[in-house]
């Protein structure tokens, strides 16, 4: 049979009037990590399902039901992975990085999950994901905040609110887990089949049920906050008073409990109402049990992931200004077999005489028209014209193909070089006559 093979449901292209502004927006993340001295670590996509399921927990939806697993051809079963905090672990874990060090570390990349996909929420996403580790204190988790929050302001995105909660120890979470379960097996009449279900396996789950029939009930339910112990509110209070003393707005939501089980103490969300139901632009928290979990030494850690389709929906409107920013800044029109000839060696020239130029070169040939109009497509400022006539007297002719009243000119090859250097400079409208 044959016919078009279509993507994968919930897996996205990104096409080339996309890709500037996903450019722009992880170039501008990029910046942030750098600026506070964050190091990027890359790891596989693919990973032993069995890291996922003791980091992330068996009883979670991601490993219960999301994950893309499969065997592979010596018979380990492999998962791709669903987030990127277990396979930094990992990572850190097997090359001993954590030994006595702290570390500040960044990724990028696609992640996978099987959710079913609506507007934000896909199969294949991608985050940009930090993670720290050695640093025990609330200094490091408020770091955290104030870089998200520099992220906002770098990347123009406004109206995020910031949640945050805390989970405690694990102590404490046993205690208040036994008191969640009765209660809410006193009130089991008033639960979702849902609800129920997790009441045997992840009641903690419960309490973040969007479920309005349930709201009362949850509203009623013991609060973990109520159970924690000295060290863990000390944590929590000293993380408030930072972001405090930072002038950081943010609200308490006793229920905000994450989806991955290895959590404990802070967490946080970054939430915006543009987006419906999936709002959550970024999400993290501390995970101090999870090094040891994974057979490494008991180590402080504290991360976040921010899901870039998300922040991506959220600047659409700058999707083609973005895409102006990175058109060329010259597109060369030769026409006439001599011209053509010589198009090729003086692109390269040009390109060594401007560092950072943007040149595309006609090729396939065409009428000057022809040539023309795909010059102005490309989006390219200016349009350099080589004929016979610049061919032989060792010139240019250049057109502006955004600024019509700036008239078309013949200039040397200098002149060419200067003017493409103004350009790539950023220098308004160089050589206009
Ligand atoms: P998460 O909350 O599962 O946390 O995901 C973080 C962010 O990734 C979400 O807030 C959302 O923006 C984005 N995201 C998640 N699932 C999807 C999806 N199906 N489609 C589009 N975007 C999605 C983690 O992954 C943790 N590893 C974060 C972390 C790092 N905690 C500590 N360190």
Redesign the pocket.
Known sequence: MSGLIQSVRGMNDVLPEETPLWQAVEGTLRGVLEAYGYREIRTPVVERTELFARSIGVVTD?VEKEMYTFTDRNGDSLSLR????AGCVRACLEHGLLRGQSHRLWYAGP?F?H?RPQK????Q?H?V???VFGIPGPDVDAELILMCARMWRELGLEGLRLEINTLGDAEARRRHRADLVAYLRAHEDALDADSRRRLETNPLRILDSKNPDMAAVLAGAPRLIDYLDGEARAHFEGFRALLDEAGVAYEVNPRLV???DY?NRTVF?WVTDRLGA?G??????R?DGLVEQLGGRPTPA??????L??VVALLEGRREAAAAERAPHAYLVAVGEGPERAALGLAEALRDAVPGLRLAANCGGGSFKAQLKRADRSGARVALLLGEEELAGGRLTVKWLREPDHAQRTVTREEAVALLRALVAGRGSPGAA
Do not use: H
Request: aromatic residues 14%.
């Open positions: 991601i669903p987030e990127g905090t992640m999950r959710e934000g929420r896909y199969r996403f985050q994901g930090v993670e994450r989806g991955l959590y969300e999936q959550t632009v970024c999400a993290g928290g995970y504290v991360g976040f992931a921010v899901g389709e998300r």
